[in-house]
């Protein structure tokens, strides 16, 4: 059964770091595609970052220049590196997987605050 299991978030002050992580278990096969979404309540779910199986990545207009995506292969986990934050990157954060990047895994979300 594949699990994704998301850490890293908390409260930050606007200019502020954070890194987030994804461990994934289950998969039968490498090679799969990951990303990060949030939502921020009252908003629709919005992705953020991706990293497909040949590691290329995708950015959300919003964070290109501030958030990282990356992944450890060996050890089945994806990174949310996100700097410079802003008040309005204040959401909940999912970690999704899946092949050719049609994410039909998620995990339970993690919690990111920014404040001023």
């Known amino acids: 059964q594949v699990r994704l299991v998301e850490s890293g978030g908390g409260s930050v002050q606007a200019g502020g770091s954070l890194r987030l992580s994804c461990a994934v278990s289950?998969?039968?096969?490498?090679?799969?595609?990951m990303g990060w979404f949030r939502q921020a309540p009252g908003k629709e779910r919005e992705e953020v970052a991706r990293?497909?199986?040949?590691?290329?990545?995708r950015y959300a207009d919003s964070v290109k220049g501030r958030f990282t995506i990356s992944k450890d292969r060996a050890k089945h986990i994806s990174y949310l590196q996100m700097d410079a934050l802003k008040i309005e990157d204040t959401a909940m954060y999912y970690c999704a997987a899946g092949a050719w990047c049609r994410f039909g895994d998620w995990g339970q979300g993690t919690q990111v605050t920014v404040s001023s």
């Open positions: 990293i497909d199986s040949n590691d290329n990545t």
């Open positions: 289950g998969y039968t096969y490498n090679r799969y595609c």
